[in-house]
């Protein structure tokens, strides 16, 4: 019979215990966080965590926050996962770029030099977009616990506020590191349509498809190219697909157990998307009012991306009202909601955007339901607040855009 380690003992696993965690919902204390060897955290009793190897962060520490819309083409994601973003979702770029960034990122991860008590880890997936990353403990050779009896550490806000965004261990020599990327490589389109008309668009970030006979073929193209969500767009300020076509992506897409986001733009496009079986709107609709029966059903199986900053970028101007009236009315009805920015898409903060935070309590989420919005339970990083997370409605979008990204770098220090 094998015998089963006692996970206290067991080298491959890292513990962390925080002033507070929020997980699956909820803030709370008493309890730490115990990472597996394939990077999962899981909240356990704290009286679980060895007394030596563990190490304490002040604050609050919580999954690894995703920004769910970016274009890594228009945006520095080095300076993102520095502004406290730990994974992205892309929606839209050059597939051989994305795949390459993706890769390095993964490669960075499993990298993170272990130290004593440290591990690097990656989920199933790495290097085909799958958001995978180092769950390792921090710990650097300052803080080697020397003179501490008890064997734990603390996180230095200090030290780390001082640290080189390109200086993690993961990462090599004058390297910076990235967020985790899952992408869904090149928008699907009309011929002749949305963005292949817009200067922004690199050569080779949209692929045509002409017919239903040809989405069998897009969708297996995007999937071989490493894409876990695959992106179609519906704008009427150019050719759209017909409904066949766009129906066609959308079976061919879910026959591969990939999930389908719509970028609806323009009279008829959500309710084109919807009655297609489209899973996500990259964006909430903001060019109309959309009837109530509509946002109803959408909200009855589809997910909205907020991006609401895009509109006004910090001074609402029309559209942002429209959206907000939508996702107010989309959130009532029960609906699901992601946090998504647009990165790259004019003036926007490159990290986590107290904005849009604001303006997603604005169409009547709650902290606890936002930070749902960020968060993943089964997530392979760790953020960090260290100030400590408050769930308070006034302060709550400033506190959440000091997170950063738990890692390797982190220095500690004796308790």
């Keep these: 019979m094998t015998a089963v380690p006692d996970p206290r003992e067991d080298t491959r696993i890292d513990w962390l215990t925080a002033d507070s965690i929020w997980w699956g919902g909820r803030l709370r204390k008493g309890v730490a966080l115990r990472v597996g060897p394939n990077g999962q955290a899981k909240p356990v009793p704290a009286e679980m965590a060895p007394r030596d190897g563990t190490r304490h962060f002040p604050g609050t520490l919580l999954p690894g926050l995703i920004d769910a819309h970016v274009h890594a083409a228009l945006v520095d994601l080095a300076t993102v996962r520095a502004g406290g973003i730990a994974a992205v979702w892309d929606l839209g770029g050059v597939p051989t770029t994305l795949r390459a960034l993706a890769t390095r990122a993964d490669r960075q991860a499993q990298r993170a030099a272990p130290g004593p008590g440290q591990r690097a880890a990656s989920a199933p997936g790495t290097g085909s977009g799958q958001p995978t990353a180092s769950a390792s403990s921090p710990g650097s050779g300052s803080g080697s616990g020397s003179g501490s009896g008890s064997g734990q550490r603390e996180a230095d806000p200090a030290g780390t506020a001082q640290r080189d965004v390109g200086a993690d261990r993961g990462a090599g020599p004058g390297e910076a590191r990235l967020p985790l990327i899952r992408?869904?490589?090149?928008?699907?389109?009309?011929?002749?349509?949305?963005?292949?008309?817009?200067?922004?668009?690199?050569?080779?970030?949209?692929?045509?498809?002409?017919?239903?006979?040809?989405?069998?073929?897009?969708?297996?193209?995007?999937?071989?190219?490493?894409?876990?969500?695959?992106?179609?767009?519906?704008?009427?300020?150019?050719?759209?697909?017909?409904?066949?076509?766009?129906?066609?992506?959308?079976?061919?897409?879910?026959?591969?157990?990939?999930?389908?986001?719509?970028?609806?733009?323009?009279?008829?496009?959500?309710?084109?998307?919807?009655?297609?079986?489209?899973?996500?709107?990259?964006?909430?609709?903001?060019?109309?009012?959309?009837?109530?029966?509509?946002?109803?059903?959408?909200?009855?199986?589809?997910?909205?991306?907020?991006?609401?900053?895009i509109h006004g970028y910090g001074e609402p101007d029309p559209a942002h009202e429209v959206a907000l009236d939508n996702l107010r009315r989309f959130i009532e009805h029960g609906g699901t909601v992601r946090y998504g920015t647009d990165l790259g898409n004019g003036p926007l903060p490159p990290a986590v955007n107290p904005r849009e935070l604001r303006a997603l309590r604005s169409a009547g989420l709650a902290p606890d339901e936002i930070l749902l919005s960020m968060t993943e339970s089964d997530s392979p990083t760790i953020s960090w607040i260290p100030g400590g997370l408050t769930l308070s409605p006034d302060t709550f979008a400033d506190t959440l855009a000091t997170a950063r990204v738990v890692d390797d770098s982190i220095h500690l220090r004796p308790l």
Excluded at 187 to 192: K, N, Q, R, V, Y
Excluded at 219 to 234: D, F, N, R, Y
Excluded at 271 to 284: C, N, P, V
Aim: charge should be negative; aromatic fraction near 8%; proline fraction near 8%.
């Design 183 to 309: 992408y869904a490589g090149q928008f699907l389109i009309a011929p002749g349509g949305y963005p292949s008309d817009r200067s922004w668009a690199p050569a080779g970030s949209w692929r045509e498809v002409t017919s239903a006979a040809d989405a069998g073929a897009a969708v297996a193209e995007a999937w071989s190219a490493g894409a876990t969500l695959i992106k179609v767009t519906a704008h009427t300020g150019g050719p759209t697909l017909p409904q066949p076509t766009l129906r066609a992506l959308v079976d061919a897409a879910h026959a591969a157990a990939l999930r389908v986001v719509v970028h609806a733009e323009g009279p008829g496009t959500v309710a084109a998307a919807f009655e297609a079986g489209a899973d996500l709107l990259a964006h909430t609709p903001w060019t109309e009012p959309l009837p109530d029966n509509l946002i109803r059903a959408c909200a009855s199986r589809m997910t909205w991306i907020s991006t609401l900053d």
